[in-house]
């Protein structure tokens, strides 16, 4: 099991910066993806930025340019820097961790609300 504990969320007026972080309580092993999802409400959850144990990184059409994830595997830690937030980024921000390529395990959210 993994325990993915997320700090960072908040509130931020339209143009402002917020950063993320997600730790786990232990090392991921084998091939692995770290990365964030959002769901607002009344809608689906998405896929926000993926990093993968190589290094390559995925983001989501509407956060490309202006968020940047990373992570370090020496603190089992994920980050997302998100700038230039807009009212549409308001949402429950979910750290997650898919291990040996399949197994997931989530956090338990973080609100972040960016005023017009």
């Known amino acids: 099991q993994v325990q993915l504990v997320e700090s960072g969320g908040g509130l931020v007026q339209a143009g402002g910066s917020l950063g993320l972080s997600c730790v786990a309580s232990?090392?991921?092993?084998?091939?692995?993806?770290m990365g964030w999802y959002r769901q607002a409400p009344g809608k689906q959850r998405e896929l926000v930025a993926v990093?993968?144990?190589?290094?390559?990184?995925n983001y989501a059409d509407s956060v490309k340019g202006r968020f940047t994830i990373s992570r370090d595997n020496a603190k089992n830690t994920v980050y997302l820097q998100m700038n230039s937030l807009k009212p549409e980024d308001t949402a429950v921000y979910y750290c997650?961790?898919?291990?040996?390529?399949?197994?997931?395990?989530w956090g338990q959210g973080t609100q972040v609300t960016v005023s017009s």
């Open positions: 997650n961790v898919r291990e040996y390529g399949s197994i997931d395990y």
């Open positions: 232990r090392t991921i092993f084998g091939i692995n993806v």
């Open positions: 990093v993968t144990s190589g290094g390559s990184t």
